[in-house]
Structures are given as C-alpha cells and as structure tokens.
C-alpha cells in the first residue's frame, strides 16, 4: 500500500508537470489526462495512504515512538519479559500489533472511537509529556481508565471449561464478567506493563489520573 500510494502520486504529479511545461491548449485528449491527475490518482494516493497509515499505527513501534511509552513498548517487545504485555506479544494472533489489540475499542465503531483516543493522546503529548523527562512519565501518566474485561474476554471467554476448571476462575467468575474484578489486578494476572506499580501518588497536579 505505501508503494501505491507513492506511485500513484509520483504518476499524477508527473501528469500536471507535464501538462504545466507543455502548456498544451485544452483538449479532449488532455482533459482525460487532467482528470487522471487532478482526480483519478489523487483519489488513489489518498486512498492508499489511509490503509497503510491505518496499518503503521496499529504497530507496537508506532505506538512507542512518543519517548514516555518506550519503556512500555520495549518491556512488551522483551522475549525474556515475563510482563502481561509481553506474553501476549510472544503470541503470533497478537504478535507485533499487541498494543493495538489489547487496548482497542471493539464494536461497530471501535475504530474509529480508538483513533478519537489515540489524537487525545496526541494532544496530551503535545501539550504536556513532549518536555517530560522519562523517569518522571514513568509515574506521572497513567491509563485514563481500567482496561475492561471485555477487551480480554475476546479471547479469554470464560465460557471454556479449560477456564473454569481454574479455581480462581470459577470463584471470581461474576466479578469478572461485570467487571468489578479486573483480569489485569494485582490479585490476578498482575498489571499489564511493569511501570504500573510505580508511585501512584508521586504527581499532585492531577496528571497521574489521566
């Protein structure tokens, strides 16, 4: 897709040089070769670059390119982390794009309530994180809500007998599916990234409830 969208555009930028250097007078055959440039692949440019820049934020890489995540996405990205994070990026369904999958809203229009997200974040990080220092973002930012359970119970049902067979599961099961009991607690599957056990209370200004 990133190969099209550049060839498409170099092609229809090529058409309007031409055009522009030849200075033809307007014809039938030059107003067919003006809508391929000013319409036909434009219209593919644009196209093509929304999947492939739909795609490249999907990526864990992307999504640790703003420097106060790097230390989440290079604990998810460690095969020797024993992280929630991590484990679940060693799995090939969640593989390079764990962040993504794991944090995404779901339903009709999860995609697009997740990139409404994501240009929040975009937005703190301008505002606020871009000048923070690394150690400091380490306690400072955290998850602006508990990751429900639905999101883990894409795949982890509760509905397998597998599951249920786990006394804790059985026991907590209520809990879980209504979402009082987070999967991802200290009590259970321990905290997604490691940085979540560090200082809750060492911001005051209200950023660490973000």
């Not at 555009?9 to 031409?18: E, G």
């Not at 997740?114 to 220092?133: A, F, I, Q, S």
Request: glycine share 8%; with cysteine; hydrophobic share 40%.
């Amino acid at each position: 897709m990133e190969w099209a969208s550049v060839t498409s555009a170099a092609i229809a930028a090529a058409i309007l040089v031409v055009h522009l250097l030849r200075r033809r007078s307007v014809t039938g055959t030059s107003k067919v070769w003006l809508l391929m440039g000013l319409g036909v692949f434009p219209i593919l440019t644009a196209g093509t670059a929304n999947i492939a820049g739909f795609e490249a934020t999907q990526s864990r890489k992307f999504c640790g390119s703003c420097h106060v995540m790097i230390p989440h996405a290079e604990d998810s990205g460690d095969p020797k982390s024993l992280s929630l994070a991590a484990t679940h990026a060693r799995n090939e369904y969640f593989g390079e794009k764990n962040c993504y999958t794991c944090h995404k809203d779901y339903g009709m229009y999860g995609y697009v309530l997740t990139k409404l997200g994501g240009m929040r974040h975009v937005y703190l990080y301008v505002t606020e994180y871009r000048t923070m220092p690394l150690e400091e973002s380490k306690h400072a930012i955290r998850i602006l809500k508990p990751l429900p359970n639905a999101n883990c119970m894409h795949c982890h049902t509760t509905n397998a007998p597998d599951w249920l067979r786990v006394p804790d599961h059985a026991s907590s099961l209520a809990s879980v599916r209504d979402g009082k009991l987070s999967c991802a607690s200290a009590g259970c599957h321990g905290f997604a990234h490691p940085m979540t056990k560090l200082g809750k209370e060492l911001a005051s200004d209200g950023r660490i409830s973000r």
